[in-house]
């Protein structure tokens, strides 16, 4: 394994938290808490669970059956009572739950007695269209109160919710909902982006032809455009469902064990994965690492720039943020729309004390220049959040000091959908270094490792893996066992291989350098290299394709694909942009590849798998490496 210095730039300097921060962080000694939370992990997630309600308490904390891990056994709760009821019981009815903003400026605000409202209303609703605990429901909304709503109205009755991400196209949405088997899918009319309304529905009615155990649409009608004899008894009118509904809905008793949501993310084969998340022990971290990560007090102002249809969504905008009774802002639309400093403006109004974003996104907005944030007041701002993909130092000093303005801390989260909560964060107590994302959290044992499971020295690029379990890992892969046990068998030695490249240093801050795997990472979203092979081959001119990513200077990576023609088709503009539609139609507009090149052959190893990373290195310019394998 090469030497870390040699590939990339590190930043040695500390960044220390200014004192008044130090004064009022929740955490205050890490590295006590942290040993606590290993050598004494009975304890330390006995104190913390006790913070949350339940309806019966856990026998016991954890059963770990390689790879098998159950976390608060026999305990009974509902996430949405911690998220919704005991802030209402506890004087906090008229507090705000969420500030919902759109590009236009257009606000809406629902405090948590209104939420808990919709919420029951809706479930109700769901009841009455016969959907019970453990039924699939999917879910296509706009970035809105009301897809939240639609999530946390499942998790009520005890119905998994699968959100599928509302730029995804109608194949992407089709193969999700009939691996889900989902009875019922929630959608809108349209969704808003740069002052356009992209409609959902239509989506929605296409990819469900020919799924006949969807029982149900259920359409949120914002602007009422459709017409009174449009619904039927399929197409069901959300509005009146919640109208029509009691605003009393007792929350299903759950084992912490039932499942509470899958989550489709893409892996190393065309197929995404089924991420399957259960109550108990997601609840729990989420609402930890939400409290400590970001220093939630009674009054913080926080804001999650993420979709609900991310894990980030789930995590950091609806479950972390209600459990801990946080108002947060949530925004639909996009960062540059109307002007590039919109996202400045309403941390300046709304007073955003926390603010998290991706780094795709401040490499963006530093395109700009400095002085689109100068124009306001980001005084408010304390804690400033990475995620989704490695922060170069260029970016993460950019954002400290033009948002920051050298005030606020960074706190750069590494984690997955997989995780289900942050693992590995700078939190806002101790120094962080531009470029690491910081130390382990709370139970998390993480190391750096070759093939074969050696640990490595420090500051040696290598494996990063997980040692142990911990509370909100997922369960398992929907209906395929075999790719969930792949995650501990990996790598030798009974561990979680996150399929990421990372090393340590002297200080114990590890850098994540970027996935080990063919997994892309374009504008901090996950997409399958295979994933979009098998979308371009749908396309009847193209016999083969093989898909790599570039180094980008906004987007992380780019998306570059190697397409062999069939036979009496000649490679022209044209067929570049028919395979780039396809692509949009089969997936979606984040996984259409940047560039197109049409080659006669690619290499492959004698036994025919395509070798990207030889194609890669070809394309960059670098040494080959190994090609002892390549056919020819
Ligand atoms: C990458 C997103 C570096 C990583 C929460 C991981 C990061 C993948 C960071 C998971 C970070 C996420 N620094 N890389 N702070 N956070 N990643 O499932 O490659 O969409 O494996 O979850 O994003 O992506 P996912």
Redesign the pocket.
């Known amino acids: 394994m090469e030497n870390i210095e040699k590939v990339h730039l590190v930043v040695e300097e500390k960044f220390y938290p200014p004192k008044e921060m130090l004064e009022e962080c929740i955490v205050k000694d890490y590295e006590s808490m942290y040993k606590k939370s290993i050598e004494n992990p009975d304890e330390f997630w006995s104190e913390i669970a006790s913070e949350l309600y339940w309806f019966k308490k856990w026998d016991k904390i954890l059963e770990w059956n390689f790879p098998y891990g159950k976390w608060f056994i026999n305990g009974k709760t509902n996430i949405t009572y911690n998220c919704l009821d005991r802030h209402v019981k506890n004087g906090k009815r008229n507090k705000v739950a969420y500030i919902y903003v759109d590009e236009e400026g257009n606000e809406k605000k629902y405090t948590y007695g209104e939420l808990l409202e919709i919420v029951n209303k809706l479930a109700n609703g769901l009841k009455s269209l016969g959907v019970s605990k453990g039924d699939r429901v999917s879910i296509y909304m706009p970035n809105t109160v009301e897809a939240i709503a639609s999530m946390l109205a499942c998790a009520r009755i005890g119905a998994i919710h699968s959100v599928v991400f509302a730029g995804f196209s109608e194949g992407a949405l089709k193969l999700r909902i009939d691996d889900a088997k989902a009875k019922v899918v929630i959608t809108a009319t349209y969704t808003k982006r740069r002052g356009k309304k992209i409609p959902l529905l239509p989506v929605v009615k296409d990819a469900v032809k020919g799924l006949d155990f969807v029982k149900n649409i259920v359409v949120w009608d914002r602007d009422s455009d459709l017409d009174e004899g449009e619904f039927d008894s399929f197409l069901v009118d959300f509005k009146k469902l919640i109208d029509n509904s009691s605003s009393e809905c007792q929350p299903e008793i759950m084992d912490s064990e039932d499942p509470l949501f899958i989550l489709y ?1 893409s892996g190393t084969t065309g197929k995404p994965k089924g991420v399957l998340h259960t109550t108990g022990g997601y609840m729990v971290n989420t609402y930890l690492t939400t409290k400590t990560v970001f220093n939630i007090k009674e009054d913080t102002i926080y804001w999650c720039t993420a979709d609900i249809g ?3 969504g789930h995590s950091y905008i609806v479950y972390g943020p209600l459990a801990n009774a946080t108002t947060s802002v949530i925004m639909e639309g996009v960062p540059v729309y109307p002007h590039p400093g919109i996202w400045w403006e309403y941390v300046q109004k709304y007073r955003v004390n926390v603010f998290y974003t991706a780094p795709t996104a401040i490499r963006m907005l530093m395109r700009f220049g400095e002085e689109i944030p100068a124009r306001y007041d980001l005084s408010s701002l304390k804690i400033l959040g ?6 170069n130092p260029e970016a993460w000093l950019w954002y400290y000091k033009n948002i920051g303005r050298e005030k606020a801390v960074v706190v ?7 995780t289900g909560a942050h693992m590995i964060t700078t939190l806002p107590c101790y120094p962080a270094k531009p470029g690491k ?1 910081g130390k382990p959290l709370f139970g998390v044992e993480p190391a750096i490792v070759d093939k074969e499971g050696k640990p490595l020295p420090p500051n040696t690029v290598g494996h990063l893996v997980i040692k142990r379990p911990w509370p909100s890992m997922l369960r398992t892969c929907w209906g395929e066992p075999e790719r969930y046990e792949k995650y501990w068998k990996e790598i030798p030695g009974n561990v979680y291989s ?3 490249l990372a090393s340590i240093d002297e200080d114990g801050y590890i850098m ?1 350098l ?2 080990s795997d063919d997994v892309l ?1 374009v504008a901090g979203h ?1 997409i399958g290299n295979a994933e979009v092979e098998s979308a371009i081959v749908e396309h009847p001119a193209v016999a083969e394709a093989a898909v790599i990513g570039k180094p980008n200077e906004i987007k992380g990576e780019s998306i570059k694909a190697f397409v062999i023609l069939k036979a009496g088709f000649i490679p022209s503009d044209k067929l570049i942009e028919e395979i780039k539609e396809t692509v949009r139609e089969v997936l979606g507009a984040i996984a259409v590849p940047d560039e197109i090149e049409f080659v006669d052959k690619l290499p492959k190893t004698r036994s025919g798998k395509i070798m990207r990373r030889v194609l890669r290195a070809k394309e960059l310019g670098q040494e080959l490496g190994d090609i002892s394998t390549l056919e020819d």
């Open positions: 993310t991310w894990i980030t990475s995620v989704g993909e490695p922060i750069d989260t590494w984690w997955q959908t997989e994302a996150a399929g990421d994540i970027g996935r990472s996950r």
